[in-house]
Structure formats: C-alpha cells, structure tokens
C-alpha cells in the first residue's frame, strides 16, 4: 500500500508561485500513474494535473494548463506540481493521488494523501 504525503502549501500573492511535492512511502511508484486534484470551499474535488508512470505523458486540466508543470522524480519516489502565475481561484487544499490511468479520474484514485492548502490573496 502506498502512502502519500504532500508538501510545500501555503500563502501567497496572486501571481506568485509554490512548489507541491507529494512523498511516497510503502513502496516505490514503479508503475503507478500520478495525480494531483483539488477542492475549493464549497465545491467538488477536481482534477489538475497527472503524469504517467513513465513521465512521458501529462495531463492538465484547461484551467492551469500553461501556468502549472507536474513532474516526477521516480528515484526520489516523489512527484512535483510547480504552480506559477496563481490566482485567487486556485485557492484549494491540493491532494496528490495514484492511479490506474495516466487519463486520471477521481473515481479511480486507489490513493490520496491528506492534502495540502494553497491560499492565494489578491
């Protein structure tokens, strides 16, 4: 069983940047497609970003593509969500996830971590 813990949350000013990272333990993440979702106050845990297991495929959803980068580092056992130009709207807890498709859907995530809040002032 893999366990994820995520990382690198935090306050900052629209347009400004963070860094996610997401620790995988338990195992290494050999074939395991990656993920990152997130979830608003009041709203739906929604999809950002995925990478395959190879790291040859991304995913973005419309909203951050152009302004997000996933990546992963398979000897680190650890993935990457590099987030710049934020705005108020991506204020969320950020949840990294595993899973099946590399096309990832939250139904079926086998794994989340617990999360991480990213609050963007404006």
């Known amino acids: 069983q893999v366990r994820l813990v995520e990382s690198g949350g935090g306050l900052v000013q629209a347009g400004g940047s963070l860094r996610l990272s997401c620790a995988a333990s338990g195992r290494t993440l050999g074939s395991d497609n990656m993920g990152w979702f997130r979830q608003a106050p009041g709203k739906e845990r929604e999809f950002v970003a995925a990478?395959?297991?190879?790291?040859?495929?991304?995913y973005y959803a419309d909203s951050v593509k152009g302004r997000f980068t996933i990546s992963r580092d398979n000897a680190k056992n650890t993935v990457y969500l590099q987030m710049y130009s934020l705005k108020s709207e991506d204020t969320a807890v950020y949840y990294c996830?595993?899973?099946?498709?590399?096309?990832?859907?939250?139904?079926?995530?086998?794994?989340w971590g617990q999360g991480t809040l990213v609050t963007v002032s404006s």
């Open positions: 996830a595993a899973g099946p498709r590399a096309d990832m859907h939250a139904g079926d995530v086998y794994a």
């Open positions: 990478i395959s297991w190879t790291g040859r495929s991304t």
